[in-house]
Structures are given as C-alpha cells and as structure tokens.
C-alpha cells in the first residue's frame, strides 16, 4: 500500500521516549499493541497565533478582546478548543496515525478540555492504544481506539479524548 501523500510536511514535533518499532510510514494495524503508550512534544502556540485563529473560526472574546480577556474568567488569552484539537491533531497525524495504512476516522468521542491552553504553553502529546481488534466483517483491516492528552508543562491536560481509526492491515487474514 503506497502512502496517500507523497510530500508530506516534516514533522513538528519529535518522540520524548519509546516509540514504535515501525516507523509511521510503514506502520500497520499489527503495530499498534493494547497498552501502548507514547509521548511526543513539544508544541506551542502564540498569543497572536491563538488570537488569529479565533477571528478566522472562533470569535469569542475570551479568545480575541486582549482587555476582555484579561478581566474574565481566565485572566488573560485562552486559544480556542479547537485550535487545541488542531495542535493536538498536528502531534497525532505527524507521529501516532499510520502515514501508509491510515483508512479512515468513524469518529472521536469525550472531546474535553480540563484546563485552557495559554499563550506559550508548551505541549506534549500522550497517547495509548487503549484497544485494537480486527474488523470482522473486513480482514484487510483493524479498527482502534487510542487514549490521548494534549499536556502542557505544569502536567495538566488542556485536551483529552478518545479516537478511533480504521488501520490497514499488514498480512490480511
């Protein structure tokens, strides 16, 4: 199976311990083991880049208004929630998710953000392969769910979830 893409970006991020014995470019279903768990880091985000997202796609003064902010809730500028999703997808798709077998995302479920994401926070991703099990109804492939935790520094996740993938198999049974 060829890789869907064949520029992709240069990962912007990098492994903080054990990683994969496959690299992500030839990782199947077999390699993601239940149990697994991996870090990688480390990813930030700016005032101004937190602040440019939101105007395109989340324009809620916690987010935008500098003074508003600073005299809300939080104390200052949070990014929105899914800018954290778009940074934690970034660590995700550059590191964890099969560039070669990735098929396809039924979906994501107990999307939360525990804490905000503020302005230089740097982020690490932790993610465990919290199960992994041949789809019965097509062999070519697997279907798993990962545990992930977007963490900044002080170890508080500012985004938790649970993603499923469908992943190609290696040797189809």
Same mark, same amino acid.
């Given at each position: 199976?060829?890789?869907?893409?064949?520029?992709?970006?240069?990962?912007?991020?990098?492994?903080?311990?054990?990683?994969?014995?496959?690299?992500?470019?030839?990782?199947?279903?077999?390699?993601?083991?239940?149990? $697994?768990?991996?870090?990688?880091?480390?990813?930030?985000?700016?005032?101004?880049?937190?602040?440019?997202?939101?105007?395109?796609?989340? %324009?809620?003064?916690?987010?935008?208004?500098?003074?508003?902010?600073?005299?809300?809730?939080?104390? $200052? +500028? +949070?990014?929105?929630?899914?800018?954290?999703?778009?940074?934690?997808?970034?660590?995700?798709?550059?590191?964890?998710?099969?560039?070669?077998?990735?098929?396809?995302? %039924?979906? +994501?479920?107990?999307?939360?953000?525990?804490?905000?994401?503020?302005?230089?926070?740097?982020? #690490?991703?932790?993610?465990?392969?919290?199960?992994?099990?041949?789809? #019965?109804? #097509?062999?070519?492939?697997? *279907?798993?769910?990962?545990?992930?935790? *977007?963490?900044?520094?002080?170890?508080? %996740?500012?985004?938790? *979830?649970?993603?499923?993938?469908?992943?190609?198999?290696?040797?189809?049974?």
């Amino acid at each position: 199976m060829s890789a869907p893409h064949s520029s992709r970006p240069a990962p912007t991020t990098r492994c903080l311990g054990t990683d994969f014995t496959s690299p992500v470019d030839d990782r199947y279903f077999e390699d993601y083991v239940e149990g $697994g768990t991996y870090e990688y880091g480390h990813l930030s985000a700016t005032e101004d880049e937190i602040v440019e997202y939101a105007r395109q796609f989340d %324009p809620q003064a916690i987010h935008i208004d500098r003074d508003y902010a600073r005299s809300g809730p939080f104390g $200052g +500028i +949070i990014a929105s929630g899914w800018h954290t999703a778009s940074l934690m997808m970034r660590m995700f798709a550059d590191h964890y998710l099969t560039h070669n077998a990735s098929l396809a995302s %039924p979906g +994501i479920d107990e999307v939360r953000w525990p804490a905000p994401l503020r302005p230089g926070d740097q982020l #690490k991703l932790r993610v465990t392969t919290a199960e992994a099990r041949p789809s #019965k109804s #097509k062999p070519d492939r697997g *279907l798993i769910f990962t545990d992930a935790a *977007l963490i900044n520094a002080d170890d508080l %996740p500012v985004m938790t *979830l649970r993603a499923m993938n469908m992943i190609a198999r290696r040797n189809p049974g």
